[in-house]
């Protein structure tokens, strides 16, 4: 499985972007990019998934290379909410069977 | 959007005893389930591949008679902490994938926090 490569930590100000970038050289050819948001004591949460240009969703964007070797997480107008640890992990999800491994995650921390 | 619930979501037990959580998948079939532990200040590390009809695949380092994991039907999946010591206590997370979503996104339960005294 690709590993993942991110930011240990970040700080930020309410109402700024955020960038969050992830590197993982050896992504394979069935593989997809996700990312998810893990707060204090729950379970990880799904942000967006992406495989290659382009993904936006209501509360993201994904930004993949065409090499697609990095991937970066956007998140627009950040509020104080979003404190949390964000996890770039890289997979075939097309596989039931296969697990996604977690690297160490982004310590995202937003002040007012 | 796909469910997955643990129960219970937070259990303090004597050294020694057994634990059972419970993972289940509340709207959706899913004949994989994964578990995973963490660590305060860790990232979630993955135990196991809970198989339904047959066993769970273990991860190199885990003790597949510590953590016993049954997979019994679709929707459920527990896992045993079987004389659970200190050093077993952890936060437990289980997922699965509802494959009927077109993004195959692994959804996450909300965690079970176990404390061994």
């Known amino acids: 499985l690709a590993k993942t490569t991110q930011p240990i930590s970040m700080d930020s100000y309410e109402g700024q972007e955020v960038n969050i970038t992830c590197s993982h050289n050896?992504?394979?050819?069935?593989?997809?990019i996700t990312w998810y948001q893990q707060f204090p004591s729950q379970g990880p949460r799904f942000i967006i998934q992406?495989?290659?240009t382009k993904v936006t969703n209501e509360v993201a964007s994904l930004f993949i290379p065409a090499d697609r070797k990095s991937s970066t997480l956007s998140l627009p107008r950040v509020s104080l909410s979003d404190t949390a640890v964000y996890y770039c992990l890289v997979g075939d999800t097309n596989q039931a069977g296969t697990a996604l491994i977690f690297g160490k995650g982004t310590t995202l921390s937003v002040s007012s | 959007g796909a469910v997955v619930s643990q129960h219970p979501s937070w259990v303090i037990c004597k050294s020694g005893t057994s634990v059972k959580i419970e993972c289940r998948s509340l709207?959706?079939?899913?004949?994989?389930m994964f578990w995973y532990r963490q660590f305060p200040k860790q990232s979630l590390m993955l135990m196991a591949t809970?198989?339904?009809?047959?066993?769970?695949?273990?991860e190199q380092g885990v003790e597949k008679d510590k953590f016993l994991i049954n997979h019994a039907s679709l929707t459920l999946s527990t896992l045993t902490v079987t004389s659970a010591h200190p050093e077993d206590s952890s936060f437990y997370i289980c997922s699965a994938r509802d494959s009927r979503s077109g993004a195959n996104v692994l959804t996450f339960g909300a965690g079970s926090r176990l404390t061994v005294l």
């Open positions: 809970s198989n339904e009809g047959s066993k769970a695949t273990y």
């Open positions: 992406g495989y290659k």
């Open positions: 050896n992504i394979a050819t069935n593989d997809y």
């Open positions: 709207d959706f079939q899913a004949t994989t």
